[in-house]
């Protein structure tokens, strides 16, 4: 099954520096990669998704993120972090052999201080 | 507007008293998922519906079953709630299965088993 890797389960940033979250994936094809957010006690909401159309991905809340495939990443970035960015982040892959739902890294919780 | 709808947000049940958590959609997707988040866990998908098609994952436990009377509800049933399915459960859609296909959640119920 296609997977991916989150580097780093916590990252903290100031209040206006520049997110830069990791995610790698493992795929002998073409991945269709996604980011989730989460917030406390809610479900996820999708950040964006990378579906070969561009390499630069642009999503919501200012983030976007860049598939590159000769190093298997699709890092998640945003120029100047806000206190209201501080939640869990969810790089996932869509699984083909269970009817392409998701397969999500572990996760990297973002605080904003 | 359209969503997913997960009741109730929080369910505490007791040590093998059977449970059900309820999901409704007003997106008419094709497809449900019931998806299992463990306390600092990432999401671990259980089972899903294609209409009335349903697909279940080699190693969700017996124990969790799943009804989808209609195109609108899901129901996940756990028939003997142990101390380790306390757990946050999603529901999510999609119109159709793809590779590009987006996955709407609901807000999760979040489970308690005393």
């Known amino acids: 099954a296609q997977s991916v890797t989150q580097l780093g389960s916590h990252v903290s940033v100031s209040e206006g520096a520049l997110v830069l979250l990791r995610c790698n994936y493992s795929s002998s094809v073409p991945p269709y990669l996604f980011w989730y957010v989460q917030y406390p006690n809610q479900g996820l909401q999708l950040l964006l998704k990378?579906?070969?159309?561009?390499?630069l991905v642009k999503g919501i809340n200012g983030f976007e993120a860049e598939f590159k495939k000769s190093e298997t990443s699709f890092h998640l970035t945003k120029p100047s972090a806000h206190m209201s960015d501080a939640a869990e982040y969810f790089c996932a892959v869509s699984d083909k052999n269970s009817g392409y739902a998701l397969n999500f890294g572990k996760g990297t919780s973002l605080l904003v201080t | 507007d359209a969503m997913v709808i997960q009741n109730p947000r929080y369910q505490v049940t007791q040590f093998g008293k059977p449970v059900t958590l309820s999901c409704s959609q007003t997106?008419?997707?094709?497809?449900m998922y019931w998806y299992q988040q463990k306390s600092s866990q990432a999401p671990k998908l259980l089972f899903h519906?294609?209409?009335?098609?349903?697909?279940n994952e080699a190693d969700t436990p017996d124990n969790f079953q799943s009804r989808r009377p209609n195109t609108s509800f899901c129901f996940l049933d756990i028939r003997s709630p142990g101390l380790g399915d306390a757990a946050m459960y999603l529901c999510?859609?999609?119109?159709?299965?793809?590779?590009?296909?987006?996955?709407?959640f609901g807000p999760g119920t979040r489970l308690l088993v005393l």
């Open positions: 999510a859609t999609s119109r159709v299965t793809g590779p590009q296909e987006t996955q709407y």
């Open positions: 990378y579906t070969s159309a561009a390499t």
């Open positions: 519906y294609y209409d009335k098609d349903f697909n």
């Open positions: 997106l008419n997707h094709n497809v």
